[in-house]
């Protein structure tokens, strides 16, 4: 059974730094997508970014330039490095996977489509 673990979220300062990590337990697959999502309170979820088995990354374009998805394949663990933060970004972060298929390039992931989530972590931007 696959469990997808969030850490690493909590507060920052305006224009600040956090790293977002996302273990994956129980993990067995060649082939996959995962993803970072983000929900505030009666808001949508929404696809923030995205790799795959072979590294391509894709990003939402609020976020673009400044957070950057990474994987380490051997510790099974999706990472969100997110710099220059702002109020906007003060919410829950989700990780997601779809496995058996990539990010079918690049484009923006429906959270429809994921077998795994995260429970979410809580990121606060205050100052």
């Known amino acids: 059974q696959v469990q997808l673990e969030e850490s690493g979220g909590g507060s920052a300062q305006p224009g600040g730094s956090l790293r977002l990590s996302c273990v994956a337990s129980?993990?067995?697959?060649?082939?996959?997508?995962l993803t970072w999502f983000r929900q505030g309170p009666g808001k949508e979820r929404e696809w923030v970014a995205s790799i795959d088995s072979d590294g391509k990354t894709s990003y939402t374009s609020s976020v673009k330039g400044r957070f950057t998805i990474s994987q380490d394949k051997a510790k099974n663990t999706l990472y969100l490095q997110m710099n220059s933060l702002s109020d906007e970004d003060s919410t829950m972060y989700y990780c997601?996977?779809?496995?058996?298929?990539?990010?079918?390039?690049?484009?923006?992931?429906?959270?429809?489509?994921?077998?795994?989530w995260g429970k979410g972590i809580l990121v606060t931007i205050s100052s």
């Open positions: 997601a996977a779809e496995v058996a298929t990539d990010c079918s390039g690049g484009a923006p992931r429906h959270e429809k489509g994921m077998a795994y």
């Open positions: 129980g993990w067995k697959y060649g082939l996959y997508c």
